[in-house]
Structures are given as structure tokens and as C-alpha cells.
């Protein structure tokens, strides 16, 4: 298969066109330009349509609408401009639309900085947006995985008719790696069943809406919502398990900060001390099963984030607390090192 040397940014768009993304709306903003600015050259040429809508309130609506007509929607952003996309989102999840937003994180909160960050965990998991709904949020560690995550993103929007995210952040937005493409099917799923794009009295009327006045009703769509949520939890979730086997201390963190944990896991099984990782690819669903299999012999668990310490009560829930976690981070746009992680892993070790 054919590799090709792309930055982050770049790969994210490429691995998007590719998989069929039809309209993409968006706006400028560190540490995602890019994206946006590699869009804007393709996707006339891919037979699609760009915008550069004028706000970030705007672009998201407007993926509301493309995604009603049933084509393959995109949006990206960096963290302040996410938290402005944040009401569409909601309608997107309220209307069952598939649709798929970017965020290449930066540091916070308000304007923050242009510096990698994970600080974005809480809002992509847990609060982006009102009322009761979830989105599928997916970690790269990598720009491959950047490429693979996208594909999946919008073939799982499809399949649960919801939005998805990719959460990347400055880091990996800005580095270059190679990458291939996969083979990529964009019609796999059937919308005419709802898609709102024209009937021509041969089909009763599709309405796209999240609006309900009565308020059985509105229940009754948030709890068949929520079935279809109990269902991802237990079919969607992944990660990456390494050298946890045996290891005393199980290192947890995802994305970019997943690559500094790994280099210093293997810093502390050179010098003796059995840690291992276990990386989260999906965020939301959290992988439970994993980590509980990750953890079976740990003594104690470490989360290590760009943060301070978002992840941690996820960890914490899902081994019901059986083990202690405790908690390295650094924020702000600051990166954590190898050598500061092994510091933690060894001051851990020193008192097992």
C-alpha cells in the first residue's frame, strides 16, 4: 500500500475526502488552519464543497443542514472555537444526524494558548453541549491513526445516525509521519429512510427536527437514544494494551502524551521496574472492559495527561476504585517528558 509523508492537519482532511465528506464547513483557527486551508484546495477538485463560514457558530449549523440531506459532513476547530459549535452540536445529537467534528486542541482555558493540550477531555466527553446525549469521540496517538479514525468516525456516525469526534490536539496536528490510505466504502449505510433530499410525492415527508413540544415524547427519544448508547458501550470500545501483562504499575493516557508514556515504560522495564500503558482509543465509549483486564494485576495506576487530570475519574469508575490512581500532568501547552514520567513511575515503585 501506497504511504505518503503528510502533517497531521493535512492527513486528517485527505483521510476525510477520501471517505466520502461531501461539504466541510469551518473556520480559522490554531493549531488547525491547516485542515482547513488543505480543504479548501481539495474538495472542488473531489467533487465536494467548501466553506469558510463566518463564525464557528455558523460552520456547524451549516453541518446540521448538509447532514440532514444525508451526505458525509465535517467540521474542525481548536478548543475555543469548539466550545462556540457546542449548541449546534447538541441539535445535530438531538436530530439523530451524522456528522463528524475535529478538534485539534489547544491549550485553555479562554484564549489560552497555541500549545498542544488535552484540557478539552471533560467537554468532549462529558458536557459538549445541552440536554442528555453523548458523541463518539476517538484519541489518535498518531497520524496513521488520525487517517484510521476518521474512516471509522464517520462510518460509526452513519450506523448510529449521531456525531462523532476526532479529539487530537496542536501535537499531533503539526507533526508529519507517513501514512496509507484504506479502502473505504462511503455508502455502506442506507439514509433514505430519513435523509430530508427531496421526494417528489413519491415518499412521505422526511423532517429533520429536534424540537419537542410534548414532553413524553421528547422522553421517549432521548431514552430510544440511549439504548442505541448502550449498545456502542458495549460493541465500540478499543484501546491499546502494552507490556500490562505482569506490570505493577499500569500507566494510563492517551493521544499524543501516549507516545512520551510509552518511551518512558520502556525507560522503567530497562532499569527493572515492570510498568506498562494502557491507551484508550475511544474516549467515549471509555473502554471498561480493557482497562479492567490492563489492571488485573496492577498495584496501582497512574494517569498521565496534558491536563490536570481529566481522565482520573473515568479511570477510577470504570475499576470501581479498587486500586489506587494516582495522577501526573502537565498544562497550559506545556508537554510532559520521558524523563519527568519515569521520575513518577520510579517515586510509585519506591513505595510499592
Not at 70 to 94: D, F, H, N, Q, W
Not at 148 to 167: E, G, N, Q, S, T
Not at 214 to 230: G, M
Request: proline letters at 5%; glycine letters at 8%; a negative charge.
Amino acid at each position: 500500500m501506497e504511504r505518503n509523508l503528510m502533517k497531521g492537519n493535512e492527513a486528517l482532511a485527505e483521510a476525510a475526502i477520501r471517505a466520502g465528506c461531501k461539504c466541510f464547513f469551518g473556520y480559522p483557527i490554531t493549531p488547525q488552519t491547516e485542515l482547513a486551508a488543505y480543504m479548501a484546495k481539495r474538495m472542488n477538485k473531489a467533487g465536494g464543497v467548501f466553506l469558510q463560514a463566518e463564525s464557528e457558530i455558523a460552520a456547524i449549523n451549516m453541518v446540521l443542514g448538509a447532514a440532514s440531506t444525508g451526505v458525509r459532513a465535517m467540521t474542525s476547530s481548536s478548543s475555543p472555537g469548539v466550545s462556540l459549535k457546542s449548541e449546534g452540536v447538541s441539535y445535530i445529537a438531538g436530530s439523530d444526524l451524522p456528522a463528524v467534528i475535529i478538534n485539534v486542541q489547544r491549550g485553555g482555558p479562554g484564549l489560552g494558548g497555541i500549545q498542544p493540550s488535552q484540557a478539552d477531555y471533560w467537554q468532549a466527553t462529558k458536557a459538549l453541549g445541552h440536554g442528555d446525549f453523548q458523541l463518539l469521540v476517538y484519541a489518535p496517538a498518531s497520524v496513521q491513526e488520525m487517517v484510521d479514525f476518521v474512516v471509522k468516525a464517520f462510518d460509526r456516525a452513519d450506523k448510529y445516525r449521531m456525531p462523532a469526534m476526532i479529539l487530537a490536539d496542536g501535537l499531533l496536528g503539526q507533526m508529519m509521519e507517513p501514512v496509507s490510505f484504506p479502502e473505504i466504502n462511503p455508502d455502506a449505510y442506507d439514509k433514505s429512510g430519513w435523509a430530508a433530499n427531496g421526494h417528489k410525492n413519491q415518499r412521505e415527508h422526511h423532517i429533520i427536527n429536534s424540537l419537542y413540544l410534548k414532553p413524553d415524547e421528547l422522553q421517549q427519544s432521548i431514552v430510544d437514544r440511549f439504548k442505541r448508547y448502550d449498545i456502542i458501550k458495549e460493541t465500540e470500545t478499543d484501546a491499546e494494551l502494552y507490556l500490562t501483562e505482569d506490570c505493577d504499575i499500569l500507566l494510563c493516557a492517551f493521544g499524543a502524551t501516549a507516545r512520551v508514556v510509552k518511551s518512558a515504560v520502556n525507560d522503567a522495564r530497562a532499569q527493572g521496574i515492570k510498568a506498562g500503558l494502557f491507551r484508550p482509543k475511544t474516549l467515549w465509549p471509555f473502554p471498561v472492559k480493557e482497562i479492567n483486564e490492563a489492571a488485573k494485576n496492577a498495584k496501582t495506576l497512574l494517569s498521565v495527561e496534558m491536563s490536570m487530570g481529566q481522565m482520573v475519574d473515568d479511570i477510577k469508575l470504570a475499576i470501581n476504585c479498587s486500586k489506587p490512581v494516582e495522577f501526573f500532568g502537565r498544562t497550559g501547552g506545556v508537554i510532559p517528558t520521558p524523563a519527568e514520567v519515569l521520575e513518577e513511575i520510579k517515586r510509585i515503585g519506591g513505595a510499592l
